[in-house]
């Protein structure tokens, strides 16, 4: 049984920083890439974050260049988000999934059936 867990949220303000992390188990978690999503009250989810199954390669939504940083460690099988300058808008439900595949393509279809395995989220709030 695939097992994606999400830890590290809390609150924060504007101007801080938070890490997130996420381990996944049941699957050959270097076969899979993986990204972080986010998802708003009243808005659609959207990838954040994505990564290929090496680490060698990221991909990040305009909105946060600069300012996270998503790597790897397959021997530990976990995935980080490391979040500098935080900002208000960033308040939301942060997920982790694993997906084969295309990791750019992760990103930009999050909202795809049968898109991989998913976390349960962890919330991240910013106050200004």
């Known amino acids: 049984q695939v097992q994606v867990v999400e830890s590290g949220g809390g609150s924060v303000q504007a101007g801080g920083s938070l890490r997130l992390s996420c381990t996944a188990s049941?699957?050959?978690?270097?076969?899979?890439?993986m990204g972080w999503f986010r998802q708003a009250p009243g808005k659609e989810r959207e990838g954040v974050a994505c990564?290929?199954?090496?680490?060698?390669?990221?991909y990040y939504v305009d909105s946060v260049k600069g300012r996270f940083t998503t790597f790897r460690d397959n021997a530990k099988k976990t995935l980080y988000l490391q979040m500098n300058s935080l900002k208000p808008e960033d308040t939301a439900m942060y997920y982790c999934?694993?997906?084969?595949?295309?990791?750019?393509?992760?990103?930009?279809?999050?909202?795809?059936?049968?898109?991989?395995?998913w976390g349960q989220g962890t919330q991240v709030t910013v106050s200004s």
């Open positions: 990564i290929t199954w090496s680490g060698d390669r990221t």
């Open positions: 049941g699957l050959t978690f270097d076969n899979y890439a």
């Open positions: 999934a694993a997906r084969a595949g295309s990791y750019v393509d992760m990103c930009l279809r999050p909202n795809e059936p049968n898109f991989g395995y």
